[in-house]
């Protein structure tokens, strides 16, 4: 069982920047893809970016492009996703995921592992 925790959410204004971490107590950190969901209310959990276990393959949904960043440290257990210039469009509870695949990919259903979640609101 890995278990992923979440951190760094919360408000921000429009414009602003924010970096959620998720990290992991076990040693097997390294040999997972890893990728951000976000469910904003009303909507769907949807898939935000993904990085695969070296770092040298990320992907993106289209809404984050150029705005949003991911990264993952495997000596610390952790990945990253650096965001900036937010929008109020952006708020919800953001997730980490993590799955034993070779890249990142966008169906929730592919992911066995997941966080609790962290808040993210952007006011306007």
């Known amino acids: 069982q890995v278990q992923l925790v979440e951190s760094g959410g919360g408000l921000v204004q429009a414009g602003g920047s924010l970096t959620l971490s998720c990290t992991t107590p076990g040693r097997t950190f390294g040999i997972y893809t890893m990728s951000w969901f976000r469910r904003s209310p009303g909507k769907e959990r949807e898939f935000v970016a993904g990085?695969?276990?070296?770092?040298?393959?990320?992907k993106f949904a289209d809404s984050v492009k150029g705005r949003f960043t991911i990264s993952r440290d495997n000596a610390k257990n952790t990945v990253y996703l650096r965001m900036k210039n937010l929008k109020s469009e952006d708020t919800a509870v953001y997730y980490c995921?993590?799955?034993?695949?070779?890249?990142?990919?966008?169906?929730?259903?592919?992911?066995?592992?997941w966080g609790q979640g962290t808040q993210v609101t952007v006011s306007s």
């Open positions: 995921a993590g799955r034993l695949g070779r890249i990142p990919v966008e169906g929730t259903s592919s992911y066995t592992y």
């Open positions: 990085i695969n276990t070296s770092g040298d393959i990320t």
